[in-house]
Every structure is written in structure tokens, then in C-alpha cells.
């Protein structure tokens, strides 16, 4: 009797995981015409929010797991660009907002619940509620190939966290890390040099 409950449990887990990979793959089928690019073999896990997928580029074998949000924004003198380099994977529940631009190389490995902005809300008119005065300081962010964030990153406008770096758990990003390095705490700081040679991620 034991055997075959487990057996059937087992099935029945093995059916719902595959019917949850076949709608997932399909809706992603489906939506990839909406975006700039959008690449073969990748898959957006729902919930996610969308918005001006127009000016969002993905490349191949992207995974970006639920409760997500990519964001392009437009308006007076701004319309924001997001790309996914290849391979990359999102664990879910992550925002990427993009007012100028957002470039995420390849294979770059983010943990749940990242949080990276090309901008803040402007907030300097004591009159007026922030939710009213729009956005401010529009710089790039650019995370190179190979990367990994840890949970709970957040990364501020106009930083560059440079290639195979690591961004340990809960950190604030304010300013460049530079390759192969590991940084920690807020605002976070470099601990740790892996290597002085760059190497390319595979």
C-alpha cells in the first residue's frame, strides 16, 4: 500500500511539473513577438508584470522565475532599454526597471527578490508628494558576464558590477565592482579579489 501511494504521489508530481513546464513554455511562445528580441529555449515563469516589452531584448536559454517585474519606462526626454544576456537566470520575484538602460550579460546568476534601477524617484520638492515629482539621476547599469547577486541585492543607478564578481546577501550596491571580486554590506564593499586575469564565462 505504501509503494503504491508513493508511486502515484510520485506521478502525479512528475504530471503537474510537466503540464507547469508545457503552459510556461507556450505563454512564452506566445508573448515573444511583443518583445525586441526574445531568445530560443527561454521562459518568463508567471505571475510577472510587463511593461514596454517593445524595448526589451533576451537572449537564449533565459530563465526568469515568478512574481518578477521588467519595466522599460518612457517620457519627456527618456525611453529605457532592458537586454538579458543569454543564459541568465532569475530566481523569481525580482524587479529590473529601466528608464535609460539595463544590461545584464551572459550567464549572470541572480538570487530572489534583486532589486536594480537605472533611476530614482525624484524627491527634492518638499511641496509636492514623491509620487508626484517623477524620476531623477537616469545612469546605466551594466552587469557583466558570469555574475552572481545574492538575495535581497539592491543595484543603484549608474553601477557596473564587473565580471564574475559576487554580491553577497542583502547587499546595497552605490558604486562599481570590479571583476572577479566579491562585495558585501551596505553600501557594499569589496572583501575579497578572486583573480586579476578575466576570465569568460562558458
Known sequence: MGRTKAA??????????????????????????????FGAR???QTPIYLRGEGRI?????????PGSVLQTLEGPGYAGTLEIGSGTSVAGTCVMSA???????RKVLMA???YISDHIHAYDDPTRAVLDQGIARLEPVVI?????LGQNVVVCPGVTIGRGAVIGANAVVLE?????????????TVV???????????
Open 42 to 44: 527561454t521562459v518568463l
Open 99 to 105: 528608464a535609460r538602460s539595463i544590461r545584464i550579460g
Open 8 to 37: 502515484v504521489g510520485r506521478a502525479a508530481v512528475g504530471s503537474y511539473r510537466l503540464l507547469q513546464r508545457v503552459r510556461t513554455k507556450a505563454r512564452s511562445l506566445l508573448w515573444s513577438g511583443a518583445f525586441a528580441s
Open 144 to 148: 557583466e558576464d558570469g555574475a552572481w
Open 57 to 65: 531584448s533576451i537572449g537564449d536559454d533565459v530563465c526568469v522565475g
Open 176 to 188: 562599481d565592482v570590479p571583476a572577479h571580486s566579491l562585495a558585501v554590506g551596505v553600501p557594499a
Open 112 to 114: 530572489r527578490n534583486i
Open 192 to 202: 575579497r579579489r578572486f583573480a586579476e586575469a578575466e576570465v569568460v564565462a562558458r
